[in-house]
T-cell receptor
Framework: GQNIDQPTEMTATEGAIVQINCTYQ??????LFWYQQHAGEAPTFLSY????GLEEKGRFSSFLSRSKGYSYLLLKELQMKDSASYLC?????????FGTGTRLQVFP | GAGVSQSPSNKVTEKGKDVELRCDPI?????LYWYRQSLGQGLEFLIY????????KSGLPSDRFSAERTGGSVSTLTIQRTQQEDSAVYLC?????????????FGEGSRLTVL
């Protein structure tokens, strides 16, 4: 079976750092994606990890440990516009399976 | 436009009616995906196309749901005899070649409301 778990909701303060965790169990593994989705909008791509380690892209970083079935998305210097849902997705043999998403609220 | 285009953007229908949702992927993208997203929920995988063939239909909820893709481009998702639980946003995405690192580009979705 396939299972992807992430926290349902998180809150943080503008300017702070927040880490959103994702654990997964899938049949086959061909990479892990993070997507951002603002309310009422389509998801947009943030990051892709296929090897263990940290990928940094501006204020956003994503980490992967394949042996632990674990990833996190790190958001630094939070801005109000970062309030959105963050979706962890794992590609098995072909299709991309999404978790239920973590709704992040950033407060001033 | 250059992005994934979906129509209609909103559809309200009565229970028992059939609906067709259309997806026009980015030109040249061979892989196409359909997902369903209920209010406040994550994305539920429905079906995946590589070219015109569907290697994985495992996510289709029932035999009322079907999808086809023609010419390696436009795809249509058909829901027959709609039920209230079919109400959701149906999202289409495409990627260049369906390979592992291929980023999915999403359309704005078709919001379906079944009364």
């Amino acid at each position: 079976g396939q299972n992807i778990d992430q926290p349902t909701e998180m809150t943080a303060t503008e300017g702070a750092i927040v880490q959103i965790n994702c654990t997964y169990q899938t049949s086959g593994f061909n990479g892990l994606f993070w997507y951002q989705q603002h309310a009422g909008e389509a998801p947009t791509f943030l990051s892709y990890n296929v090897l263990d380690g940290l990928e940094e892209k501006g204020r956003f970083s994503s980490f992967l440990s394949r042996s632990k079935g674990y990833s996190y998305l790190l958001l630094k210097e939070l801005q109000m516009k970062d309030s959105a849902s963050y979706l962890c997705a794992v590609r098995g043999t072909d299709k991309l399976i999404f978790g239920t998403g973590t709704r992040l609220q950033v407060f001033p | 436009g250059a992005g994934v285009s979906q129509s209609p953007s909103n559809k309200v229908t009565e229970k028992g009616k059939d609906v067709e949702l259309r997806c026009d992927p980015i030109s040249g993208h061979t892989a196409l995906y359909w997902y369903r997203q209920s209010l406040g929920q994550g994305l539920e995988f429905l079906i995946y196309f590589q070219g015109n063939s569907a290697p994985d239909k495992s996510g289709l909820p029932s035999d009322r749901f079907s999808a086809e893709r023609t010419g390696g481009s436009v795809s249509t998702l058909t829901i027959q005899r709609t039920q209230q639980e079919d109400s959701a946003v149906y999202l289409c995405a495409s990627s260049l070649n369906g390979r592992a690192a291929g980023e999915l580009f999403f359309g704005e979705g078709s919001r379906l409301t079944v009364l």
